[in-house]
């Protein structure tokens, strides 16, 4: 997911994503007349050994889990259904696409992301509202 929203406290993990993001609108650009279509899947919140500090987090797992309209982080699997429908001629038209596969956290709007009051961070149409963060 941050390849389309910056994170908080993973600068290199986000620019990493954005840079893949990216690398896959310019490899489709350039291979496109070759043919050959480039698409990427962004999963969203995936139960794998790379979350699992993330899920032991109580607070944090639950700020997770209200954010994602699923209800439930994502499983390996989930992922499958993208990964045949781009392999498929259903995606002959498709290229330099990065599909969402995240149970619907980039479709909710959000003006308080998990993490972002805890860190001091505001939208910057709150900072005349607000003079301080509230903590709940």
């Known amino acids: 997911m941050l390849s389309f929203q910056g994170g908080v406290l993973v600068p290199s993990y986000a620019a990493a994503k954005g840079g893949l993001a990216q690398l896959t609108k310019a490899l489709a650009n350039e291979w496109a007349a070759r043919g050959i279509q480039v698409n990427a899947i962004a999963p969203g919140y995936m139960r794998t050994s790379n979350t699992e500090a993330l899920k032991r987090d ?79």
């Open 58 to 136: 109580d607070t944090r797992n639950r700020q997770i889990l209200e954010r994602i309209p699923a209800g439930r982080w994502g499983e390996p699997d989930d992922l499958s259904g993208a990964a045949v429908f781009l392999c498929s001629a259903a995606s002959d038209y498709l290229s330099g696409h990065v599909l969402v596969v995240d149970g619907g956290w980039l479709a909710r709007l959000e003006t308080r992301g998990p993490g972002r009051e805890a860190h001091g961070l505001r939208r910057k149409a709150d900072r005349g509202v607000r003079r301080q963060v509230e903590h709940p």
